[in-house]
């Protein structure tokens, strides 16, 4: 296929105007960071190390690999990204190639000598069986190949095994892992934490539904309002106190309006936390009791530290799914003591109550029972830093 240049000028012209510009080849570094978006993840990490990033959202373009790609789409040479990223990696030479971006199928393509440079991706986010990643390998020939995929736990390393070769090890989550020693004492008392999942609505469809039709943000959050009124009740009859742990920093997505509007007729106290800090989400699933999460990494992150954790995750009941459900890969059933997936409001009350009575020590043998199959903990990131520490101390192969 030759490059058609009328078609692509304007996409072209505006990548050189948006983007900051590097006007010097990549300098040789021992590590690629695949996406920007990787580094603050990874940084505490990587510190004696050299480094480059590679911005594959346009945010930073190499100007001499720039010119190199639009001369080989000249020349007949179609995919743009594949030919600029592949020179890139050519420049910098590094050993190890390191993304935050379990879910990057470009990252699973990259064209790279296996024998001679390492691939490593770290699970960012919990994983439904929507995902692209998921319905893209059941149409491949050949499995992609990945030297070591760090994933939540034992279940979606499996599934991931399915369709890429190479060793998967379980490390939980690396953000979660870093904040490694959060007290106890902070905890406010008779508090309940609700993991915001809360969307700006720009009109544009979240999902599919099995038969194909679109889901927009009403559609999915019709139960998510359900539990909320639920919530505010079985707080008023407790006396507890709700704080609400906010997904947005700006006021501007009404993300503080659509929950006043939920409990102004309430009869119950309610706070909202917002973050400040890359880490302050953790922090406060540290000031509550219980944390209360519809479909939420955050919810299972406060889990694999052992919180009272309530999952009420019925999404795959409305789109028609059982990759939506809790746990999923691992099938679990519809419900259990923690958990439903179901919009049921016995089901609510029984998880709540059950929560708010099982003693510390009983809540912990059942955290036990059940933490492989969700995440892992490891404070420090003691398996990461293991693992780079080892193939960064090899000597780099000819």
Not at 35 to 47: E, G, Q, T
Request: some cysteine.
């Amino acid at each position: 296929m030759k490059f058609n240049i009328k078609r692509n000028f304007f996409n072209i012209v505006y990548i050189i105007i948006k983007s900051n510009k590097e006007w010097l080849p990549p300098k040789k570094s021992e590590i690629l960071i695949y996406d920007f978006n990787s580094l603050k993840a990874l940084s505490p990490h990587l510190k004696n190390n050299s480094n480059y990033i590679l911005h594959i959202r346009g945010e930073v373009i190499n100007i001499p690999c720039f010119f190199f790609t639009l001369f080989k789409a000249c020349l007949g040479f179609s995919n743009l990204r594949e030919i600029y990223t592949n020179k890139i990696i050519k420049s910098v030479q590094p050993r190890l190639i390191i993304t935050y971006m379990d879910n990057s199928v470009p990252f699973y393509k990259l064209s790279v000598d296996n024998n001679k440079i390492l691939k490593v991706f770290i699970q960012n986010g919990w994983r439904g069986a929507h995902e692209e990643i998921f319905t893209l390998y059941k149409n491949i020939s050949k499995k992609f190949f990945i030297n070591y995929m760090l994933v939540y736990n034992k279940n979606i390393a499996s599934k991931y095994k399915e369709f890429i070769d190479g060793k998967a090890i379980v490390i939980g989550s690396i953000n979660n892992n870093h904040i490694d020693s959060l007290t106890q004492k902070n905890i406010l008392k008779d508090s309940i934490l609700y993991i915001s999942s809360y969307r700006k609505n720009e009109g544009n469809p979240l999902q599919t539904s099995k038969t194909g039709k679109p889901l927009y943000w009403e559609d999915l959050f019709q139960y998510d309002i359900k539990l909320l009124k639920w919530l505010s009740e079985w707080c008023s009859d407790k006396s507890k106190t709700l704080l609400i742990s906010l997904r947005y920093k700006d006021e501007k997505y009404g993300e503080k309006n659509f929950y006043n509007n939920i409990f102004k007729k309430s009869e119950f106290t309610w706070k909202f936390l917002h973050k400040n800090d890359y880490y302050d989400s953790y922090r406060f699933i540290q000031k509550a009791e219980i944390v209360v999460s519809t479909p939420s990494t955050l919810g299972y992150e406060a889990f694999s530290r052992g919180k009272k954790t309530a999952f009420f995750i019925c999404r795959g009941q409305l789109i028609g799914s059982e990759g939506l459900d809790f746990g999923w890969p691992k099938l679990f059933p519809d419900k259990g003591p923690f958990w439903s997936n179901k919009p049921d409001k016995s089901d609510f009350l029984n998880i709540m109550n059950f929560l708010n009575a099982i003693s510390d020590k009983n809540w912990n043998k059942l955290y036990q029972k059940y933490q492989n199959d969700i995440m892992k903990f490891d404070p420090g990131n003691s398996v990461i830093k293991e693992l780079l520490d080892k193939l960064l101390s090899k000597p780099k192969i000819p």
